[in-house]
């Protein structure tokens, strides 16, 4: 058996009282000594975000982190033919949650509403401001219907291929006739279209 010197008794005498010192600090704190957090790559932040109004495809969104409103319009397949986009902000940068409202063009309602003319005397041409935001259905593409809220481009092709089979629309409602408009979305497309 060998014999331990002095001083090697005295180190490990130490190292004992030092270990002893450090649990009973740690009892005290009331914790042991966990693992420490290893942070990773972060993922990139994303937002979501609610775009209702005049888009095309109202709906919820979900956008990278700083995107700016034009970003959530755009995510929401680009405004509609009466969106007013000189009243919002394009550059206003979006938070978590944010509610993104796109206003439509107010139009002049007129007071002197003709309400008595005779059916057989031609209609008045629309004000300017009122003919630059509807689209004659006598003109348009298929890709300009595309524009118009509710329309794809099947319903499009058959706007087209019923004007050409049947001639040129006599009245707004004509569309009815046209498979797959039904009162409800006529009613949402009427304001956006004219004849001539």
Known sequence: MTTIERSDQLALAGLAAALVLAGGAAIRAGRTPGPLPVSGPSA????????????TWPGMYVLPAGARLQDAILAAHGPTLIADLRRVNLAAQLRDGDRVVVPRIIQPTYPFA??????????????????????????????????????????????????????????????????????????????LLRLE
Not at 44 to 55: C, D, K, L, N, T
Not at 116 to 143: I, L, W
């Open 44 to 55: 990139p932040a994303q937002i979501s975000v609610h775009v209702v109004g005049e888009v």
């Open 114 to 191: 003709l309400a008595r003319r005779p059916e057989a005397r031609p209609e008045a041409p629309p004000p300017e401001g009122e003919r630059a935001s509807t689209m004659n259905v006598n003109t348009a593409t298929a890709a300009d219907l595309e524009r118009l809220p509710g329309i794809g481009p099947v319903l499009a092709r058959r706007i087209v291929e019923h004007r050409e089979a049947r001639g040129l629309f006599r009245r707004l409602d004509d569309l009815l006739e046209v498979q797959g408009i039904g009162p409800k979305l006529f009613r949402r497309l009427e304001p």
